[in-house]
Protein backbone atom coordinates (compact mmCIF):
# COMPACT_ATOMS: atom_id res chain seq x y z
CA UNK A 1 0.00 0.00 0.00
CA UNK A 2 1.40 3.32 -0.90
CA UNK A 3 2.16 6.09 1.75
CA UNK A 4 -0.51 7.88 3.11
CA UNK A 5 -0.68 11.58 1.76
CA UNK A 6 -1.18 14.09 3.93
CA UNK A 7 -3.96 15.82 2.36
CA UNK A 8 -5.68 12.29 1.59
CA UNK A 9 -5.46 11.34 5.16
CA UNK A 10 -7.51 15.02 5.85
CA UNK A 11 -10.55 14.29 3.13
CA UNK A 12 -13.92 13.85 5.41
CA UNK A 13 -14.71 10.55 4.91
CA UNK A 14 -18.71 10.37 3.14
CA UNK A 15 -21.72 9.30 4.86
CA UNK A 16 -22.20 6.86 2.02
CA UNK A 17 -21.52 3.32 3.71
CA UNK A 18 -20.40 2.10 0.20
CA UNK A 19 -18.72 5.48 -1.05
CA UNK A 20 -15.06 4.16 -1.48
CA UNK A 21 -16.20 0.77 -3.63
CA UNK A 22 -18.24 4.33 -5.89
CA UNK A 23 -14.92 5.72 -6.11
CA UNK A 24 -13.32 2.56 -7.77
CA UNK A 25 -16.41 1.60 -9.18
CA UNK A 26 -16.14 -1.80 -7.71
CA UNK A 27 -18.77 -4.58 -5.79
CA UNK A 28 -18.17 -4.94 -2.08
CA UNK A 29 -17.05 -8.83 -2.95
CA UNK A 30 -14.10 -7.24 -5.19
CA UNK A 31 -10.85 -9.31 -4.99
CA UNK A 32 -7.80 -7.61 -3.16
CA UNK A 33 -6.31 -8.08 -6.53
CA UNK A 34 -8.74 -5.92 -8.35
CA UNK A 35 -8.40 -3.16 -5.80
CA UNK A 36 -5.66 -3.17 -6.47
CA UNK A 37 -5.57 -2.66 -10.25
CA UNK A 38 -8.35 -0.41 -10.35
CA UNK A 39 -6.56 1.75 -8.03
CA UNK A 40 -3.44 1.70 -10.14
CA UNK A 41 -5.54 2.78 -13.29
CA UNK A 42 -7.29 5.72 -11.72
CA UNK A 43 -4.04 6.33 -9.71
CA UNK A 44 -2.78 7.23 -13.15
CA UNK A 45 -5.65 8.46 -14.96
CA UNK A 46 -5.85 11.79 -12.50
CA UNK A 47 -2.24 12.30 -11.40
CA UNK A 48 -2.01 15.99 -10.98
CA UNK A 49 1.51 16.07 -12.81
CA UNK A 50 -0.20 14.79 -16.27
CA UNK A 51 -2.03 18.09 -16.07
CA UNK A 52 -1.06 21.38 -17.37
CA UNK A 53 -4.20 23.62 -16.91
CA UNK A 54 -4.67 24.73 -13.32
CA UNK A 55 -8.64 24.20 -13.47
CA UNK A 56 -8.17 20.38 -14.73
CA UNK A 57 -4.86 20.35 -12.21
CA UNK A 58 -6.99 21.45 -9.04
CA UNK A 59 -10.21 18.65 -10.29
CA UNK A 60 -8.24 16.19 -10.77
CA UNK A 61 -6.14 15.95 -7.02
CA UNK A 62 -9.38 16.34 -5.80
CA UNK A 63 -10.07 12.73 -7.61
CA UNK A 64 -6.45 11.54 -7.09
CA UNK A 65 -6.84 12.22 -3.02
CA UNK A 66 -10.02 10.29 -3.26
CA UNK A 67 -8.86 7.48 -5.11
CA UNK A 68 -5.96 7.35 -2.94
CA UNK A 69 -8.16 7.66 0.61
CA UNK A 70 -10.35 5.09 -1.34
CA UNK A 71 -7.61 2.73 -2.01
CA UNK A 72 -6.15 3.12 1.57
CA UNK A 73 -8.70 1.63 3.34
CA UNK A 74 -10.07 -1.22 1.35
CA UNK A 75 -6.44 -2.11 0.80
CA UNK A 76 -6.15 -2.95 4.18
CA UNK A 77 -7.97 -6.01 5.59
CA UNK A 78 -9.21 -4.57 8.98
CA UNK A 79 -9.69 -1.42 7.83
CA UNK A 80 -11.99 -2.67 5.20
CA UNK A 81 -13.67 -5.09 7.60
CA UNK A 82 -14.56 -2.47 10.10
CA UNK A 83 -15.74 -0.19 6.59
CA UNK A 84 -17.92 -3.01 5.55
CA UNK A 85 -19.45 -3.75 8.61
CA UNK A 86 -20.30 -0.03 9.93
CA UNK A 87 -19.32 2.08 7.08
CA UNK A 88 -17.68 5.62 8.53
CA UNK A 89 -18.31 5.17 11.49
CA UNK A 90 -16.37 1.97 12.02
CA UNK A 91 -13.39 3.41 10.47
CA UNK A 92 -13.89 6.05 13.97
CA UNK A 93 -13.85 3.16 16.09
CA UNK A 94 -10.60 1.94 14.89
CA UNK A 95 -9.18 4.60 16.34
CA UNK A 96 -10.31 4.07 20.06
CA UNK A 97 -9.27 0.58 20.43
CA UNK A 98 -6.46 -2.15 18.61
CA UNK A 99 -8.59 -4.43 16.44
CA UNK A 100 -5.54 -6.43 14.48
CA UNK A 101 -5.24 -9.11 17.28
CA UNK A 102 -8.46 -10.13 17.84
CA UNK A 103 -10.18 -13.31 16.07
CA UNK A 104 -12.42 -12.98 13.30
CA UNK A 105 -15.55 -13.98 15.28
CA UNK A 106 -14.50 -11.25 17.93
CA UNK A 107 -14.46 -8.62 15.24
CA UNK A 108 -17.75 -7.64 14.81
CA UNK A 109 -18.94 -8.11 18.60
CA UNK A 110 -16.16 -5.63 19.81
CA UNK A 111 -16.48 -3.40 16.91
CA UNK A 112 -20.26 -3.28 17.96
CA UNK A 113 -19.73 -2.76 21.18
CA UNK A 114 -17.47 0.25 20.68
CA UNK A 115 -20.52 1.86 18.33
CA UNK A 116 -22.72 1.36 21.42
CA UNK A 117 -20.21 3.08 23.50
CA UNK A 118 -19.75 5.79 21.04
CA UNK A 119 -23.48 6.52 20.78
CA UNK A 120 -23.93 6.84 24.47
CA UNK A 121 -21.24 9.24 24.45
CA UNK A 122 -22.32 11.45 22.33
CA UNK A 123 -26.51 11.09 23.73
CA UNK A 124 -24.38 12.02 27.03
CA UNK A 125 -22.19 15.12 25.45
CA UNK A 126 -25.86 16.58 24.46
CA UNK A 127 -27.82 16.33 27.25
CA UNK A 128 -25.90 15.21 30.25
CA UNK A 129 -28.80 12.64 31.56
CA UNK A 130 -28.79 11.44 35.08
CA UNK A 131 -31.56 9.83 36.84
CA UNK A 132 -32.16 8.18 39.68
CA UNK A 133 -34.73 5.85 41.77
CA UNK A 134 -34.81 5.38 45.31
CA UNK A 135 -36.45 3.22 47.01
CA UNK A 136 -36.70 3.47 50.82
CA UNK A 137 -37.31 0.20 52.84
CA UNK A 138 -38.61 0.37 57.03
CA UNK A 139 -36.69 -2.52 58.69
CA UNK A 140 -37.17 -1.30 62.21
CA UNK A 141 -39.26 -3.94 63.11
CA UNK A 142 -35.89 -6.33 63.21
CA UNK A 143 -34.78 -4.58 65.76
CA UNK A 144 -37.03 -2.40 67.44
CA UNK A 145 -39.81 -4.93 68.10
CA UNK A 146 -40.45 -7.68 70.58
CA UNK A 147 -43.17 -9.72 69.33
CA UNK A 148 -45.76 -11.63 71.55
CA UNK A 149 -47.28 -15.17 71.17
CA UNK A 150 -50.93 -15.04 71.29
CA UNK A 151 -50.78 -16.37 74.96
CA UNK A 152 -48.45 -13.29 76.02
CA UNK A 153 -45.21 -15.06 76.42
CA UNK A 154 -42.07 -13.50 74.61
CA UNK A 155 -41.47 -15.63 71.03
CA UNK A 156 -37.91 -17.11 70.34
CA UNK A 157 -35.34 -15.11 68.68
CA UNK A 158 -35.90 -17.14 65.05
CA UNK A 159 -39.87 -16.71 65.28
CA UNK A 160 -39.86 -13.03 66.46
CA UNK A 161 -37.66 -12.54 63.26
CA UNK A 162 -39.97 -14.10 60.84
CA UNK A 163 -42.67 -11.73 62.27
CA UNK A 164 -40.75 -8.65 61.92
CA UNK A 165 -40.12 -9.33 58.38
CA UNK A 166 -43.72 -9.39 57.76
CA UNK A 167 -43.86 -6.44 59.35
CA UNK A 168 -40.52 -4.84 56.67
CA UNK A 169 -42.03 -2.51 53.97
CA UNK A 170 -41.15 0.03 51.39
CA UNK A 171 -41.74 3.59 53.06
CA UNK A 172 -40.55 5.85 50.16
CA UNK A 173 -40.49 5.13 46.49
CA UNK A 174 -38.56 8.34 44.81
CA UNK A 175 -37.78 9.10 40.84
CA UNK A 176 -35.30 11.74 39.69
CA UNK A 177 -33.99 12.43 36.13
CA UNK A 178 -32.07 15.53 35.00
CA UNK A 179 -31.26 16.68 31.61
CA UNK A 180 -28.81 19.22 30.56
CA UNK A 181 -27.93 21.10 27.42
CA UNK A 182 -25.77 23.86 25.88
CA UNK A 183 -29.01 26.45 24.11
CA UNK A 184 -26.03 29.07 23.25
CA UNK A 185 -22.56 29.46 23.73
CA UNK A 186 -22.34 30.57 26.88
CA UNK A 187 -25.66 29.26 28.47
CA UNK A 188 -27.19 26.05 29.83
CA UNK A 189 -30.69 24.96 30.31
CA UNK A 190 -31.47 22.18 33.08
CA UNK A 191 -34.30 20.37 33.53
CA UNK A 192 -34.96 18.21 36.71
CA UNK A 193 -37.82 16.19 37.51
CA UNK A 194 -38.79 14.20 40.71
CA UNK A 195 -41.92 12.13 41.95
CA UNK A 196 -42.04 11.28 45.49
CA UNK A 197 -44.14 8.65 46.82
CA UNK A 198 -44.12 7.31 50.53
CA UNK A 199 -46.07 7.00 53.83
CA UNK A 200 -45.33 9.25 56.66
CA UNK A 201 -44.50 6.99 60.25
CA UNK A 202 -46.59 7.52 63.03
CA UNK A 203 -49.00 9.30 61.09
CA UNK A 204 -52.61 9.59 59.89
CA UNK A 205 -52.19 11.46 57.07
CA UNK A 206 -51.18 8.16 55.20
CA UNK A 207 -49.58 8.19 52.08
CA UNK A 208 -48.41 11.62 49.90
CA UNK A 209 -47.36 12.20 46.34
CA UNK A 210 -44.47 15.00 45.57
CA UNK A 211 -44.32 15.86 42.16
CA UNK A 212 -42.11 18.77 40.81
CA UNK A 213 -40.30 20.19 38.06
CA UNK A 214 -37.54 22.41 38.08
CA UNK A 215 -36.16 24.44 35.45
CA UNK A 216 -32.77 25.95 35.81
CA UNK A 217 -30.66 28.42 33.41
CA UNK A 218 -27.08 29.20 33.63
CA UNK A 219 -25.23 31.62 32.21
CA UNK A 220 -21.62 32.40 32.04
CA UNK A 221 -20.91 36.09 31.64
CA UNK A 222 -16.87 35.76 31.49
CA UNK A 223 -14.34 33.13 32.81
CA UNK A 224 -15.13 34.17 36.42
CA UNK A 225 -18.82 35.57 36.81
CA UNK A 226 -21.26 33.26 35.67
CA UNK A 227 -25.58 33.56 37.03
CA UNK A 228 -28.19 30.66 37.46
CA UNK A 229 -31.82 31.43 38.11
CA UNK A 230 -34.09 28.07 38.97
CA UNK A 231 -37.65 28.16 39.37
CA UNK A 232 -41.08 25.56 39.92
CA UNK A 233 -42.08 24.55 36.36
CA UNK A 234 -45.31 22.86 38.22
CA UNK A 235 -46.41 25.95 40.80
CA UNK A 236 -45.88 29.53 41.24
CA UNK A 237 -43.39 29.10 43.96
CA UNK A 238 -40.74 32.37 42.66
CA UNK A 239 -37.51 32.26 41.42
CA UNK A 240 -34.00 30.88 43.01
CA UNK A 241 -31.17 33.34 41.90
CA UNK A 242 -27.22 32.14 42.46
CA UNK A 243 -24.28 34.77 41.56
CA UNK A 244 -20.55 33.23 41.69
CA UNK A 245 -17.53 35.58 41.33
CA UNK A 246 -14.15 33.38 40.81
CA UNK A 247 -10.93 35.19 41.38
CA UNK A 248 -7.76 33.73 42.00
CA UNK A 249 -7.44 32.88 45.14
CA UNK A 250 -11.44 33.24 46.44
CA UNK A 251 -14.54 32.50 45.13
CA UNK A 252 -17.64 34.95 46.32
CA UNK A 253 -21.25 33.45 45.66
CA UNK A 254 -24.64 35.82 46.35
CA UNK A 255 -28.17 33.54 46.54
CA UNK A 256 -31.59 34.76 47.33
CA UNK A 257 -35.18 33.40 46.31
CA UNK A 258 -37.75 35.63 45.42
CA UNK A 259 -41.05 34.97 46.32
CA UNK A 260 -44.11 35.95 44.44
CA UNK A 261 -45.65 37.71 47.95
CA UNK A 262 -41.93 39.44 48.84
CA UNK A 263 -42.59 40.67 44.98
CA UNK A 264 -46.41 42.35 45.62
CA UNK A 265 -45.63 43.67 49.13
CA UNK A 266 -45.52 47.10 47.73
CA UNK A 267 -48.98 46.33 46.59
CA UNK A 268 -50.64 44.40 49.29
CA UNK A 269 -48.77 45.59 52.47
CA UNK A 270 -50.96 46.89 54.99
CA UNK A 271 -50.08 49.32 58.13
CA UNK A 272 -49.25 47.09 60.90
CA UNK A 273 -48.30 44.14 58.78
CA UNK A 274 -44.82 41.83 59.05
CA UNK A 275 -42.55 42.94 56.51
CA UNK A 276 -41.40 39.37 54.42
CA UNK A 277 -37.74 39.66 53.63
CA UNK A 278 -36.30 37.35 50.84
CA UNK A 279 -34.08 34.21 52.33
CA UNK A 280 -30.85 35.17 51.34
CA UNK A 281 -27.04 34.09 51.57
CA UNK A 282 -23.91 35.15 51.03
CA UNK A 283 -20.54 32.81 50.79
CA UNK A 284 -16.65 33.33 50.45
CA UNK A 285 -13.98 30.89 50.01
CA UNK A 286 -10.69 31.53 50.04
CA UNK A 287 -7.33 30.15 50.38
CA UNK A 288 -5.72 30.99 53.84
CA UNK A 289 -1.96 30.95 52.64
CA UNK A 290 -0.21 31.19 50.03
CA UNK A 291 0.75 27.84 47.88
CA UNK A 292 -1.10 25.70 50.55
CA UNK A 293 -4.26 23.82 49.84
CA UNK A 294 -6.04 25.04 52.63
CA UNK A 295 -9.40 26.97 52.41
CA UNK A 296 -11.60 28.53 54.66
CA UNK A 297 -15.17 29.08 54.00
CA UNK A 298 -17.72 31.64 55.47
CA UNK A 299 -21.36 31.35 55.06
CA UNK A 300 -23.68 34.44 56.33
CA UNK A 301 -27.83 34.44 55.60
CA UNK A 302 -31.24 34.76 56.61
CA UNK A 303 -33.06 31.56 56.79
CA UNK A 304 -36.81 30.82 57.52
CA UNK A 305 -35.64 30.52 61.55
CA UNK A 306 -33.68 33.33 61.77
CA UNK A 307 -30.03 34.09 60.72
CA UNK A 308 -27.38 31.68 59.95
CA UNK A 309 -23.41 31.99 60.15
CA UNK A 310 -21.27 28.95 59.15
CA UNK A 311 -17.82 28.46 59.23
CA UNK A 312 -15.36 25.80 57.84
CA UNK A 313 -12.01 25.46 57.38
CA UNK A 314 -10.94 22.65 54.56
CA UNK A 315 -7.63 21.19 53.02
CA UNK A 316 -6.33 18.09 50.94
CA UNK A 317 -3.16 16.79 50.50
CA UNK A 318 -1.51 13.95 48.08
CA UNK A 319 0.45 11.27 49.39
CA UNK A 320 2.44 8.87 47.41
CA UNK A 321 4.52 6.10 49.38
CA UNK A 322 6.44 5.22 46.27
CA UNK A 323 8.35 8.31 46.06
CA UNK A 324 8.74 8.25 41.82
CA UNK A 325 9.87 11.93 42.32
CA UNK A 326 10.45 14.03 44.47
CA UNK A 327 9.21 17.73 44.30
CA UNK A 328 10.59 21.01 44.97
CA UNK A 329 9.53 22.47 48.30
CA UNK A 330 7.67 25.44 47.11
CA UNK A 331 5.83 22.59 44.46
CA UNK A 332 2.40 21.18 45.64
CA UNK A 333 1.90 17.54 45.27
CA UNK A 334 -0.05 16.60 42.88
CA UNK A 335 -0.67 13.22 40.83
CA UNK A 336 1.56 11.20 38.50
CA UNK A 337 0.92 11.54 34.86
CA UNK A 338 1.96 8.21 34.94
CA UNK A 339 3.03 5.34 37.08
CA UNK A 340 3.13 1.46 37.59
CA UNK A 341 0.33 -0.41 39.49
CA UNK A 342 1.44 -1.38 43.11
CA UNK A 343 0.96 -4.63 44.65
CA UNK A 344 -1.13 -2.58 47.55
CA UNK A 345 -3.30 -0.16 45.26
CA UNK A 346 -2.69 1.72 48.86
CA UNK A 347 0.25 3.60 47.85
CA UNK A 348 -1.28 6.79 46.19
CA UNK A 349 -4.01 8.37 47.96
CA UNK A 350 -5.60 11.97 48.91
CA UNK A 351 -6.64 12.68 52.29
CA UNK A 352 -8.78 15.98 52.97
CA UNK A 353 -10.16 17.21 55.87
CA UNK A 354 -12.61 19.62 56.89
CA UNK A 355 -13.55 20.92 60.54
CA UNK A 356 -16.49 24.11 60.88
CA UNK A 357 -19.39 25.15 63.47
CA UNK A 358 -22.99 26.65 62.21
CA UNK A 359 -24.42 29.67 64.34
CA UNK A 360 -28.09 28.81 63.49
CA UNK A 361 -30.51 28.96 67.43
CA UNK A 362 -31.18 25.04 67.65
CA UNK A 363 -29.28 24.27 64.58
CA UNK A 364 -26.00 25.36 65.64
CA UNK A 365 -23.72 22.75 66.28
CA UNK A 366 -19.84 21.89 65.30
CA UNK A 367 -19.08 19.45 62.60
CA UNK A 368 -15.86 17.71 61.16
CA UNK A 369 -15.19 15.54 57.98
CA UNK A 370 -12.23 12.97 57.06
CA UNK A 371 -12.04 11.44 54.01
CA UNK A 372 -9.34 8.86 52.06
CA UNK A 373 -9.49 8.40 48.05
CA UNK A 374 -7.22 5.76 47.32
CA UNK A 375 -6.82 6.44 42.93
CA UNK A 376 -5.42 3.44 41.78
CA UNK A 377 -8.47 1.19 43.87
CA UNK A 378 -10.61 4.29 42.86
CA UNK A 379 -12.62 3.52 46.52
CA UNK A 380 -13.12 6.52 48.71
CA UNK A 381 -13.28 6.45 52.18
CA UNK A 382 -15.31 9.23 54.42
CA UNK A 383 -16.38 9.62 58.18
CA UNK A 384 -18.87 12.73 59.10
CA UNK A 385 -19.50 13.77 62.67
CA UNK A 386 -21.74 16.60 63.58
CA UNK A 387 -22.07 17.60 67.57
CA UNK A 388 -25.37 20.12 67.80
CA UNK A 389 -27.41 20.98 70.64
CA UNK A 390 -29.60 18.52 70.63
CA UNK A 391 -28.16 15.51 69.33
CA UNK A 392 -24.92 13.61 67.82
CA UNK A 393 -24.73 12.42 64.56
CA UNK A 394 -22.44 10.23 62.64
CA UNK A 395 -21.56 8.70 59.42
CA UNK A 396 -19.29 6.23 58.05
CA UNK A 397 -19.27 5.03 54.24
CA UNK A 398 -16.91 4.21 51.25
CA UNK A 399 -17.52 4.45 47.61
CA UNK A 400 -15.92 2.21 45.03
CA UNK A 401 -15.62 4.04 41.62
CA UNK A 402 -14.81 2.60 38.13
CA UNK A 403 -15.42 4.06 34.36
CA UNK A 404 -19.24 3.60 34.03
CA UNK A 405 -20.00 2.46 37.22
CA UNK A 406 -19.71 3.12 41.19
CA UNK A 407 -21.14 1.30 44.43
CA UNK A 408 -21.39 2.77 47.57
CA UNK A 409 -22.66 2.45 51.61
CA UNK A 410 -22.75 4.28 54.38
CA UNK A 411 -24.31 4.06 57.82
CA UNK A 412 -25.30 7.01 60.04
CA UNK A 413 -26.65 7.32 63.62
CA UNK A 414 -28.41 10.15 65.54
CA UNK A 415 -31.04 10.39 67.99
CA UNK A 416 -33.71 9.87 65.34
CA UNK A 417 -32.54 6.34 64.55
CA UNK A 418 -30.14 3.88 62.36
CA UNK A 419 -29.81 4.44 58.54
CA UNK A 420 -27.80 2.08 56.27
CA UNK A 421 -28.22 3.85 52.46
CA UNK A 422 -26.44 1.41 49.74
CA UNK A 423 -26.32 3.40 45.96
CA UNK A 424 -25.41 1.93 42.83
CA UNK A 425 -24.33 4.11 39.62
CA UNK A 426 -24.43 2.82 35.68
CA UNK A 427 -23.75 4.68 33.41
CA UNK A 428 -25.35 8.01 35.08
CA UNK A 429 -28.62 6.09 36.27
CA UNK A 430 -28.09 5.92 40.10
CA UNK A 431 -30.26 3.24 42.15
CA UNK A 432 -30.52 4.33 45.87
CA UNK A 433 -31.50 1.82 49.01
CA UNK A 434 -32.27 4.06 52.37
CA UNK A 435 -32.88 1.19 54.96
CA UNK A 436 -33.67 2.56 58.04
CA UNK A 437 -32.53 -0.15 60.66
CA UNK A 438 -33.74 1.48 64.10
CA UNK A 439 -35.84 4.67 64.35
CA UNK A 440 -34.31 4.87 68.10
CA UNK A 441 -30.89 5.42 69.67
CA UNK A 442 -28.82 2.53 68.84
CA UNK A 443 -24.64 2.94 69.14
CA UNK A 444 -24.29 -0.96 69.07
CA UNK A 445 -26.85 -1.62 66.06
CA UNK A 446 -24.58 1.23 63.88
CA UNK A 447 -21.43 0.10 64.83
CA UNK A 448 -21.76 -3.75 64.02
CA UNK A 449 -23.27 -2.02 60.99
CA UNK A 450 -20.33 -0.49 60.37
CA UNK A 451 -17.94 -3.02 61.10
CA UNK A 452 -18.93 -6.20 59.56
CA UNK A 453 -19.53 -4.98 55.87
CA UNK A 454 -16.03 -3.64 56.24
CA UNK A 455 -14.25 -6.58 57.92
CA UNK A 456 -15.38 -8.32 54.86
CA UNK A 457 -14.69 -6.23 52.33
CA UNK A 458 -10.73 -6.02 54.15
CA UNK A 459 -11.02 -9.38 53.73
CA UNK A 460 -11.72 -9.48 49.97
CA UNK A 461 -9.17 -7.06 49.47
CA UNK A 462 -6.56 -9.14 51.24
CA UNK A 463 -7.43 -12.54 49.63
CA UNK A 464 -8.78 -11.24 46.31
CA UNK A 465 -7.80 -7.83 45.21
CA UNK A 466 -4.03 -7.60 46.45
CA UNK A 467 -3.18 -11.17 44.69
CA UNK A 468 -4.67 -10.05 41.70
CA UNK A 469 -2.68 -6.83 41.59
CA UNK A 470 0.31 -8.53 42.71
CA UNK A 471 -0.02 -10.38 39.53
CA UNK A 472 -0.76 -7.06 37.35
CA UNK A 473 2.37 -5.96 38.46
CA UNK A 474 4.71 -8.99 37.69
CA UNK A 475 2.88 -8.41 34.13
CA UNK A 476 3.71 -5.21 33.68
CA UNK A 477 7.63 -5.59 34.61
CA UNK A 478 7.53 -8.69 32.30
CA UNK A 479 6.22 -6.66 29.66
CA UNK A 480 8.38 -3.51 30.08
CA UNK A 481 11.31 -6.02 30.13
CA UNK A 482 10.24 -7.66 26.58
CA UNK A 483 9.43 -4.11 25.26
CA UNK A 484 13.07 -3.37 26.13
CA UNK A 485 14.25 -6.23 24.47
CA UNK A 486 12.21 -6.21 21.54
CA UNK A 487 10.95 -2.69 20.74
CA UNK A 488 13.76 -0.27 22.46
CA UNK A 489 16.51 -1.95 20.18
CA UNK A 490 17.49 1.51 19.17
CA UNK A 491 17.54 2.89 22.40
CA UNK A 492 19.70 0.12 23.41
CA UNK A 493 21.94 0.34 20.62
CA UNK A 494 22.04 4.07 21.40
CA UNK A 495 23.00 3.19 25.14
CA UNK A 496 26.03 1.11 23.90
CA UNK A 497 27.30 3.64 21.94
CA UNK A 498 26.96 6.35 24.65
CA UNK A 499 29.18 3.79 27.24
CA UNK A 500 31.78 3.27 23.73
CA UNK A 501 32.03 6.64 24.11
CA UNK A 502 32.73 7.42 27.75
CA UNK A 503 35.21 4.05 27.97
CA UNK A 504 38.20 5.95 27.28
CA UNK A 505 37.24 8.88 29.85
CA UNK A 506 36.18 5.91 32.38
CA UNK A 507 39.12 4.29 32.23
CA UNK A 508 41.61 7.55 32.43
CA UNK A 509 39.88 8.72 35.50
CA UNK A 510 40.23 4.91 37.20
CA UNK A 511 43.77 5.16 36.42
CA UNK A 512 44.16 8.27 37.94
CA UNK A 513 42.19 7.45 41.00
CA UNK A 514 43.54 4.52 41.46
CA UNK A 515 47.67 5.95 41.57
CA UNK A 516 46.07 8.06 44.45
CA UNK A 517 44.57 5.80 46.05
CA UNK A 518 41.05 7.95 45.74
CA UNK A 519 37.53 6.62 44.50
CA UNK A 520 37.50 4.22 42.17
CA UNK A 521 33.62 2.55 41.08
CA UNK A 522 33.72 -1.02 41.37
CA UNK A 523 29.94 -1.35 39.96
CA UNK A 524 27.05 0.89 39.37
CA UNK A 525 23.73 0.12 38.48
CA UNK A 526 20.23 2.14 37.87
CA UNK A 527 16.98 0.36 38.43
CA UNK A 528 13.84 -0.04 40.16
CA UNK A 529 14.19 0.52 43.64
CA UNK A 530 12.73 -2.21 45.06
CA UNK A 531 14.25 -6.26 44.31
CA UNK A 532 10.85 -7.43 44.43
CA UNK A 533 9.56 -10.41 41.83
CA UNK A 534 9.80 -9.27 38.17
CA UNK A 535 12.75 -6.73 38.53
CA UNK A 536 14.84 -9.14 37.53
CA UNK A 537 16.79 -7.89 34.16
CA UNK A 538 15.78 -4.47 34.45
CA UNK A 539 18.69 -3.12 35.54
CA UNK A 540 21.12 -0.86 33.81
CA UNK A 541 24.90 -1.21 34.23
CA UNK A 542 25.99 2.68 34.29
CA UNK A 543 29.59 1.44 36.34
CA UNK A 544 31.57 3.34 33.00
CA UNK A 545 29.41 6.78 32.57
CA UNK A 546 29.55 6.53 36.53
CA UNK A 547 33.42 6.63 37.15
CA UNK A 548 33.31 9.21 34.32
CA UNK A 549 32.08 11.24 35.99
CA UNK A 550 34.49 11.07 39.14
CA UNK A 551 36.64 14.20 39.39
CA UNK A 552 39.33 14.48 42.09
CA UNK A 553 38.37 11.63 44.05
CA UNK A 554 34.81 12.93 44.13
CA UNK A 555 31.30 12.55 42.37
CA UNK A 556 28.56 14.74 42.75
CA UNK A 557 25.06 14.09 40.48
CA UNK A 558 22.04 17.12 41.49
CA UNK A 559 19.20 15.87 43.04
CA UNK A 560 15.34 17.15 42.42
CA UNK A 561 15.23 15.24 39.16
CA UNK A 562 15.92 11.48 37.39
CA UNK A 563 18.97 10.33 36.71
CA UNK A 564 17.61 9.18 33.44
CA UNK A 565 18.82 11.65 31.84
CA UNK A 566 22.73 11.20 32.29
CA UNK A 567 24.93 10.19 29.26
CA UNK A 568 25.08 6.42 29.42
CA UNK A 569 22.03 6.36 31.87
CA UNK A 570 18.28 5.28 30.15
CA UNK A 571 15.03 4.48 31.97
CA UNK A 572 14.34 0.61 32.04
CA UNK A 573 11.02 0.63 33.01
CA UNK A 574 9.05 3.97 33.73
CA UNK A 575 6.41 4.48 36.35
CA UNK A 576 8.44 2.89 38.35
CA UNK A 577 10.59 4.07 41.67
CA UNK A 578 14.42 3.52 40.64
CA UNK A 579 17.79 3.84 42.99
CA UNK A 580 21.66 4.17 42.23
CA UNK A 581 23.49 1.42 43.68
CA UNK A 582 27.02 2.06 43.70
CA UNK A 583 29.61 -0.56 45.32
CA UNK A 584 33.07 1.70 45.45
CA UNK A 585 36.62 1.93 46.93
CA UNK A 586 38.36 4.48 48.51
CA UNK A 587 41.44 4.57 50.43
CA UNK A 588 41.63 1.13 49.88
CA UNK A 589 38.49 0.60 51.96
CA UNK A 590 34.96 -0.81 50.28
CA UNK A 591 31.86 1.36 50.59
CA UNK A 592 28.36 0.68 48.78
CA UNK A 593 25.22 3.24 48.34
CA UNK A 594 22.04 3.24 47.59
CA UNK A 595 20.51 6.34 46.58
CA UNK A 596 16.71 7.13 45.45
CA UNK A 597 17.00 8.30 42.19
CA UNK A 598 15.70 12.17 42.75
CA UNK A 599 18.36 12.45 45.28
CA UNK A 600 21.61 13.88 44.72
CA UNK A 601 24.41 11.58 45.02
CA UNK A 602 27.86 12.91 46.97
CA UNK A 603 30.50 10.14 47.26
CA UNK A 604 33.06 9.58 49.08
CA UNK A 605 30.85 9.38 52.35
CA UNK A 606 31.81 7.59 55.57
CA UNK A 607 28.21 6.11 56.23
CA UNK A 608 28.66 4.01 53.05
CA UNK A 609 31.37 2.25 54.86
CA UNK A 610 31.43 -1.51 54.75
CA UNK A 611 32.42 -2.73 58.19
Same mark, same amino acid.
Given at each position: ?35 ? %? ?91 ? *? ?102 ? @? ?6 ? /???? *? ?72 ? #? ?9 ? %? ?138 ? /? ?9 ? *? ?35 ? @? ?15 ? %? ?68 ? /? #?????
Amino acid at each position: MPGTDSAAAAQPIPADDEYFYSVLNLPKSASDHEIR %ERYRQLSIVFHPDKQTDDRRKEAATERFLEVQKAYEVLSDPVTRRAYDILGPEGLLLLQSADFRHLAEEDFERELRRQQRELVRQRVDQAVHP *RGSLTIGLDASPIFDYEYEGQDGSQLSRWQNLQAALGDVRRDTFGVRHRVQTQVRNKTWLTLSSRLTMGSRPNSRQGSYIKPLLMGTVRHQFSPRIDFEATTNL @LAVSGVSL /KGTY *RAADYTLTCQTGLHPAVLLQPFTHRKGDALLLPAGTVSLARQLFPKSPMQGVLEIGMTAIGPKISAAVTSSAFH #DSLDIGELHDD %EPSEPSAFRAPSVSGLAFYTSEWQFGFDLAGPASGLNGRYGLSFHELGVHLQAVMRLGLAELMWLFGGEWRGNNAAVGANVSASTGGVTLRVDATYFGQTLTLPIVLSREHNNSLAFWTAVLPSTALALVYYFRVRPRRR /KQRIQFLHDAR *RQLREEKSELLRQWKETVSLLQDTAQRHMRTEETCDG @LVILEARYGPSGQEEGT %EGLEVDVTVPVQALVNSSQLYIPGKRSKAGIPGFYDPVAGVPKALRIRYKFRGRMHYAEIPDYMPVVLPL /K #DHLVE
